[in-house]
């Protein structure tokens, strides 16, 4: 990491990637596409029967490229700047008499809406027309819809259609009607004219009366001359509100930038009306059609990777993603009862019923350690927003409780051991199949049973004794000879892993392990871990040196997700060459949690939320602001030598007094909004106040 002078939010370029694939995206809540591709996707409408289900294909009227006429003559500059601020992709040609440029982005507050607008500015002083190109290869055909033309509305031309074929039998097919602003050949700024701009709109909804009442709103706002700075605003609040940044290496700085404007670009948007969360899938809206990036599923991608960062920043968007795993809890116990146990199976890759609609069996059947994400989830957003309303009324609780059954079908009794083994299972190391007792996915259960029951307790339901009984017992390999633990009973030192696997116990998944055998775990994998392997896999690593408080390390390992980020524009890939889902949020997620939950050492606990900051090598700051902790919004920020906090607002007068315990001498400072509170650099929690907090403070401003 080198530094540079670049804006660290603003990412331009003078050409364009040869691979499409690495183009920015243009995505909200409901509508995504890359910048000049032929196709737009919409949240929730997938085509093909179960095992083939995948996002539907619509074509895209926003795939218009920006060009001169061939006798124009102007000695031209070209950019392309994709400008996180404002969450907008802009081409600008320039050259000695004129400027043009086009804009487009997906409205930020009118998630049906996407736009592009085209600008010409007279630079040279002169009278004559000048004269752009308009390229579109727009087609209204569709693979995966059927798609008829009908009448024009308000000067929009209409196309509606259903999908050809539902991901279940009994399933429908799912219309989509969309209405876009016809794009002419060619735009031409006038001999009297200085400058102009065109607006050009794209509207999709699921009714013909949807699409027609968004493209109204969306002209009344053209029509008012505030289609994009309502946008723009939107973005900036929402960047006012929450953000991390360091004071370190410029590309470290834009690699934070690019992965959080990415994952905030796919937020669910919970307050709009009649919206509903079809979750995050590896590559997002813009990707995800037939063949491509996972082909549009959820997996467990959404809740150990992307969920946390939500979480910290927009907990109301975090728990739209558990209510879609509430959503599809039904086709979770359908999962578990065709494979002959009780509770619910979260399908490994899941759409629009949770059925499983993996390719593949073997991950299906297999990989059930996403049950364990899943609950962990939704364990983090218990402790982090004491929301008992989701699981006493909304369905949590029936997700928590199938999911303990269904370890508990699970399992078997090893009379030899004495303890609960899981057999025939594939960790996150996909290169072994069929193994016993992973010890992540074994952790997870013991994790899942312990915090059922927990649950069970504070919302006064009944403790099956089973569930404790097997959290106890279950077995968790460890090799006390070299004090590791194996990923699987029969697992060799130097047998080759696909990615992160047993380093995820400490962090993600919370595991005490003493700071000697984190060590040894984080070095035999390290050494192991395929180069091949998926994005967030070093970021792991990271955040284990990190707590083991080895900066230089960290920053190493760190360093390896670099190869992951594809110039110019950010996007980040699978695979550190290139193959795999693009625009991988997974990769992003797990990049972002090394800083968000690395650099500050945050664990969520169900006592409060610890802390033990430390800066990477060659970073001497650290600023997060915008954390949602039991409703305060707070801003953490420190550097070599001391630590900031400060509650910025709160939610209500519900919301509790926090203080700050510091460790190891249990200080205790209470956190008034409005106040900084300042101390040395140490460990410590951010807790619920309690009586006769600590009225000393270091510094309170």
């Given at each position: 990491?080198?530094?540079?002078?670049?804006?660290?939010?603003?990412?331009?370029?003078?050409?364009?990637?040869?691979?499409?694939?690495?183009?920015?995206?243009?995505?909200?809540?409901?509508?995504?596409?890359?910048?000049?591709?032929?196709?737009?996707?919409?949240?929730?409408?997938?085509?093909?029967?179960?095992?083939?289900?995948?996002?539907?294909?619509?074509?895209?009227?926003?795939?218009?490229?920006?060009?001169?006429?061939?006798?124009?003559?102007?000695?031209?500059?070209?950019?392309?700047?994709?400008?996180?601020?404002?969450?907008?992709?802009?081409?600008?040609?320039?050259?000695?008499?004129?400027?043009?440029?086009?804009?487009?982005?997906?409205?930020?507050?009118?998630?049906?809406?996407?736009?592009?607008?085209?600008?010409?500015?007279?630079?040279?002083?002169?009278?004559?027309?000048?004269?752009?190109?308009?390229?579109?290869?727009?087609?209204?055909?569709?693979?995966?819809?059927?798609?008829?033309?009908?009448?024009?509305?308000?000067?929009?031309?209409?196309?509606?259609?259903?999908?050809?074929t539902p991901e279940q039998p009994e399933?429908?097919?799912?219309?989509?009607?969309?209405?876009?602003?016809?794009?002419?050949?060619?735009?031409?700024?006038?001999?009297?004219?200085?400058?102009?701009?065109?607006?050009?709109?794209?509207?999709?909804?699921?009714?013909?009366?949807?699409?027609?009442?968004?493209?109204?709103?969306?002209?009344?706002?053209?029509?008012?001359?505030?289609?994009?700075?309502?946008?723009?605003?939107?973005?900036?609040?929402?960047?006012?509100?929450?953000?991390?940044?360091?004071?370190?290496?410029?590309?470290?700085?834009?690699?934070?930038?690019?992965?959080?404007?990415?994952?905030?670009?796919?937020?669910?948007?919970?307050?709009?009306?009649?919206?509903?969360?079809?979750?995050?899938?590896?590559?997002?809206?813009?990707?995800?059609?037939?063949?491509?990036?996972?082909?549009?599923?959820?997996?467990?991608?959404?809740?150990?990777?992307?969920?946390?960062?939500?979480?910290?920043?927009h907990p109301e968007a975090a728990r739209?993603?558990?209510?879609?795993?509430?959503?599809?809890?039904?086709?979770?116990?359908?999962?578990?009862?065709?494979?002959?146990?009780?509770?619910?199976?979260?399908?490994?890759?899941?759409?629009?019923?949770?059925?499983?609609?993996?390719?593949?069996?073997?991950?299906?059947?297999?990989?059930i350690h996403i049950n364990g994400a899943?609950?962990?989830?939704?364990?983090?957003?218990?402790?982090?927003?004491?929301?008992?309303?989701?699981?006493?009324?909304?369905?949590?609780?029936?997700?928590?409780?199938?999911?303990?059954?269904?370890?508990?079908?699970?399992?078997?009794?090893?009379?030899?051991?004495?303890?609960?083994?899981?057999?025939?299972?594939?960790?996150?190391?996909?290169?072994?199949?069929?193994?016993?007792?992973?010890?992540?996915?074994?952790?997870?259960?013991?994790?899942?049973?312990?915090?059922?029951?927990?649950?069970?307790?504070?919302?006064?339901?009944?403790?099956?004794?089973?569930?404790?009984?097997?959290?106890?017992?279950?077995?968790?390999?460890?090799?006390?000879?070299?004090?590791?633990?194996?990923?699987?009973?029969?697992?060799?030192?130097?047998?080759?892993?696909?990615?992160?696997?047993?380093?995820?116990?400490?962090?993600?998944?919370?595991?005490?392990?003493?700071?000697?055998?984190?060590?040894?775990?984080?070095?035999?994998?390290?050494?192991?871990?395929?180069?091949?392997?998926?994005?967030?896999?070093?970021?792991?690593?990271?955040?284990?040196?990190?707590?083991?408080?080895?900066?230089?390390?960290?920053?190493?390992?760190?360093?390896?997700?670099?190869?992951?980020?594809?110039?110019?524009?950010?996007?980040?890939?699978?695979?550190?060459?290139?193959?795999?889902?693009?625009?991988?949020?997974?990769?992003?997620?797990?990049?972002?949690?090394?800083?968000?939950?690395?650099?500050?050492?945050?664990?969520?606990?169900?006592?409060?939320?610890?802390?033990?900051?430390?800066?990477?090598?060659?970073?001497?700051?650290?600023?997060?602001?915008?954390?949602?902790?039991?409703?305060?919004?707070?801003?953490?920020?420190?550097?070599?030598?001391?630590?900031?906090?400060?509650?910025?607002?709160?939610?209500?007068?519900?919301?509790?007094?926090?203080?700050?315990?510091?460790?190891?001498?249990?200080?205790?400072?209470?956190?008034?909004?409005?106040?900084?509170?300042?101390?040395?650099?140490?460990?410590?929690?951010?807790?619920?106040?309690?009586?006769?907090?600590?009225?000393?403070?270091?510094?309170?401003?």
């Open positions: 990491m080198e530094d540079a002078t670049e804006d660290p939010t603003v990412f331009t370029a003078h050409s364009l990637p040869s691979d499409p694939r690495l183009l920015a995206t243009m995505t909200n809540t409901y509508l995504g596409t890359r910048v000049y591709h032929d196709t737009l996707h919409v949240s929730g409408v997938y085509n093909g029967a179960c095992r083939d289900t995948h996002r539907a294909i619509l074509p895209s009227p926003l795939n218009v490229q920006l060009e001169v006429p061939a006798e124009t003559g102007d000695q031209l500059t070209k950019t392309f700047v994709l400008d996180t601020n404002t969450g907008s992709f802009l081409h600008t040609l320039e050259g000695p008499s004129f400027r043009a440029s086009q804009r487009i982005y997906a409205h930020r507050t009118l998630p049906h809406v996407m736009a592009f607008s085209v600008s010409i500015t007279r630079v040279a002083v002169g009278n004559w027309p000048i004269t752009v190109l308009l390229q579109s290869a727009f087609s209204p055909e569709s693979p995966d819809l059927d798609l008829h033309l009908g009448p024009d509305f308000q000067g929009a031309r209409y196309l509606y259609g259903h999908t050809l399933g429908s097919q799912q219309e989509v009607h969309m209405l876009w602003t016809p794009v002419p050949p060619a735009l031409t700024l006038g001999e009297s004219e200085e400058d102009q701009t065109w607006e050009f709109l794209t509207v999709v909804g699921g009714s013909q009366a949807e699409a027609r009442a968004c493209l109204t709103e969306a002209l009344q706002l053209q029509a008012e001359g505030t289609l994009y700075t309502a946008h723009a605003q939107a973005w900036a609040q929402l960047w006012a509100g929450c953000g991390l940044d360091v004071v370190g290496p410029q590309p470290l700085r834009q690699a934070l930038r690019g992965a959080l404007y990415y994952l905030l670009s796919a937020l669910p948007q919970p307050g709009v009306p009649g919206y509903t969360c079809h979750g995050l899938s590896p590559g997002g809206l813009s990707n995800g059609s037939r063949e491509e990036c996972y082909w549009g599923h959820v997996f467990w991608d959404q809740d150990l990777w992307m969920f946390p960062n939500i979480l910290m920043f739209a993603l558990l209510e879609y795993r509430v959503r599809t809890l039904g086709g979770a116990k359908d999962n578990a009862r065709k494979l002959g146990y009780q509770g619910a199976k979260f399908a490994w890759e899941s759409a629009g019923s949770g059925l499983e609609v993996c390719p593949e069996d073997v991950y299906g059947t297999q990989e899943v609950v962990l989830a939704f364990q983090l957003y218990y402790h982090t927003t004491q929301d008992l309303q989701l699981f006493q009324e909304a369905g949590g609780w029936d997700v928590v409780r199938d999911v303990a059954e269904f370890w508990c079908s699970r399992v078997e009794w090893s009379p030899e051991e004495e303890k609960y083994h899981l057999k025939g299972v594939m960790p996150p190391d996909e290169y072994h199949s069929g193994v016993n007792n992973s010890v992540y996915t074994n952790v997870l259960v013991q994790n899942s049973l312990r915090f059922a029951a927990a649950l069970a307790r504070d919302l006064g339901q009944p403790v099956p004794s089973e569930w404790l009984a097997v959290a106890d017992k279950i077995k968790v390999p460890f090799d006390p000879r070299r004090n590791f633990h194996p990923e699987f009973d029969g697992y060799q030192p130097g047998e080759e892993v696909k990615q992160a696997d047993v380093v995820l116990l400490g962090y993600p998944i919370p595991f005490h392990l003493s700071p000697h055998i984190r060590r040894k775990n984080l070095e035999i994998y390290e050494a192991v871990t395929s180069p091949k392997g998926p994005a967030m896999t070093w970021s792991m690593f990271a955040v284990g040196w990190m707590e083991l408080k080895d900066p230089q390390r960290a920053r190493d390992l760190l360093e390896r997700s670099f190869a992951n980020i594809a110039e110019p524009f950010k996007v980040w890939t699978e695979n550190a060459d290139g193959s795999g889902a693009v625009n991988f949020l997974t990769g992003m997620g797990g990049f972002l949690q090394a800083a968000l939950f690395g650099f500050t050492g945050f664990r969520i606990t169900r006592a409060g939320m610890t802390f033990d900051p430390m800066c990477l090598a060659g970073v001497s700051g650290v600023c997060i602001y915008g954390i949602c902790y039991q409703g305060s919004k707070l801003d953490f920020s420190f550097s070599e030598g001391s630590v900031t906090i400060e509650v910025k607002a709160q939610a209500g007068p519900w919301a509790p007094l926090l203080e700050a315990e510091l460790w190891p001498t249990h200080t205790r400072l209470p956190l008034f909004p409005g106040h900084k509170v300042s101390f040395p650099l140490s460990a410590g929690r951010i807790q619920r106040s309690l009586p006769e907090a600590a009225s000393s403070a270091p510094r309170v401003s």
